[in-house]
């Protein structure tokens, strides 16, 4: 049982530690006003936020779970979580779109989602955005095995005791 709850918060960690460390980038902040906020509202609308950040939440959790294991109903319990508590992801994000984008780039992002090629950027953008997550751990983790190789290889020429590298 401990070793299943060790298991379970190394998990929870690994798949939490990379939105930690992300930074924010700030920039020049627009103003607030009442044709801003309608003007984002209109485009949590048009471009389906609450859609799309349960459809990525699910495809991510479809990839964590092919490479991370976890305990039998974690995967569900998250997407189930994620889903009931959508609304509290997507304050901040609108907050940013309000913060950052001008109400004529406001204009012209809703006029996008509303085209073909917005709705369609829809429904693949959680996909992708799943797909270059689980792509980028395995870069970062292949990078990472061979920096530790090299650093064990640096120890052996230069006299000192090391184990054999593993190869990625």
């Given at each position: 049982m401990r070793h299943t709850r060790m298991a379970l918060l190394?998990?929870?960690?690994?798949?939490v530690a990379p939105l930690a460390?992300?930074?924010v980038v700030d920039?020049?902040?627009e103003?607030?006003?009442?044709?801003?906020?309608?003007?984002v509202s209109e485009l949590v609308q048009v471009a389906n936020f609450r859609q799309q950040v349960v459809r990525t939440m699910r495809e991510t959790a479809?990839?964590?779970?092919?490479?991370?294991?976890a305990p039998p109903g974690f995967w569900d319990r998250v997407i189930a979580r994620a889903e009931?508590?959508?609304d509290t992801l997507?304050?901040?994000?609108?907050?940013d779109y309000a913060r950052y984008f001008s109400n004529d780039d406001l204009r012209a992002l809703i006029v996008f989602y509303k085209t073909p090629a917005g709705q369609r950027s829809v429904l693949v953008a959680p996909i992708m955005g799943a797909n270059s997550s689980v792509a980028g751990s395995r870069w970062g983790q292949r990078v990472g095995m061979e920096v530790g190789a090299e650093l064990?290889?640096?120890?052996?020429?230069?006299?000192?005791?090391?184990?054999?590298?593993v190869k990625p």
């Open positions: 190394a998990l929870v960690f690994a798949a460390q992300a930074q920039t020049i902040a103003p607030h006003d009442a044709v801003k906020r309608a003007l479809r990839l964590q779970a092919a490479t991370m294991p009931q508590d959508v997507i304050a901040p994000l609108v907050e064990l290889n640096d120890g052996a020429q230069k006299g000192k005791p090391s184990t054999k590298p």
